[in-house]
């Protein structure tokens, strides 16, 4: 069974606009960390922010968001304000304190911004 | 500071060669990971490190697959004998255990 789903091979928004990346993940521990990286077309992989399975607060990092929703096993990614430059593939990863540091990675969702 | 260093960037090679791909983690890191990333598979985990001792290979393909770590600052990603299928981006990462992954560029090697 798969860890981390992304369902949205790819998704569109205009400059200026938020879109929602969708992620749900699959794990038996109590414990846990959620990830959202960003891979720009040059290849590098971008880490963007992260979520604990005990956080109280959704995590938030300047225009990203993400929204736990802990019962849903969702950690879905909100870009606020989108930009040209935030074309990119998007990933979300999951660490379990079972899989002893391994960060298990979604097939990741393409973002087009059009001006 | 310098961040995760991996070398070559593009490798082409022809089907049998050895190629070997390197990496130069963070210092003080004490996890090394490989990933391998493919349109097909997507980014999967080969292998990691922690202190330099091999924690998980399950990930490894196959027996044409090695990692090496000899020691804080160095890893080394061998194919031998290479294949078309191995035609990837490799990437290495590094970090503390906790926290997320710091990456590096990516190795893409080509297969002919």
């Known amino acids: 069974a798969q860890k981390i789903t992304q369902t949205q091979p790819g998704m569109f928004v205009q400059e200026k606009e938020a879109v929602t990346l969708d992620c749900t993940y699959d794990t038996s521990d109590p414990s846990y960390g959620l990830f959202w990286y960003k891979q720009p077309s040059s290849g590098e992989m971008i880490f963007l922010i992260y979520?604990?399975?005990?956080?109280?607060q959704n995590a938030t990092e300047g225009r990203y968001s993400l929204n736990f929703q802990k019962a849903r096993k969702s950690a879905n990614l909100v870009i606020s304000a989108s930009q040209l430059g935030d074309s990119a593939m998007y990933f979300c990863?999951?660490?379990?304190?079972?899989?002893?540091?391994?960060?298990?990675f979604g097939t990741g969702t393409r973002l087009l911004v059009s001006p | 500071d310098a961040g995760v260093i991996q070398s070559p960037r593009h490798e082409v090679t022809e089907m049998g060669q050895e190629v070997t791909l390197r990496c130069k983690p963070i210092s003080g890191h004490d996890y090394l990971f490989w990933y391998r990333q493919t349109m097909m598979r997507g980014l999967e985990l080969l292998i990691y490190?922690?202190?330099?001792?091999?924690?998980?290979d399950s990930g490894m393909p196959e027996d044409r697959f090695s990692a090496k770590m000899p020691n804080a600052s160095f890893s080394t990603l061998k194919i031998q004998p290479s294949e078309p299928r191995d035609s990837a981006v490799y990437f290495c990462a590094s970090n503390y255990g906790t926290g997320e992954l710091f990456f590096g560029e990516g190795s893409r090697l080509t297969v002919l």
């Open positions: 990863a999951m660490r379990e304190v079972t899989g002893f540091q391994k960060l298990v």
């Open positions: 979520q604990g399975s005990y956080d109280q």
């Open positions: 490190f922690n202190n330099n001792v091999p924690i998980d």
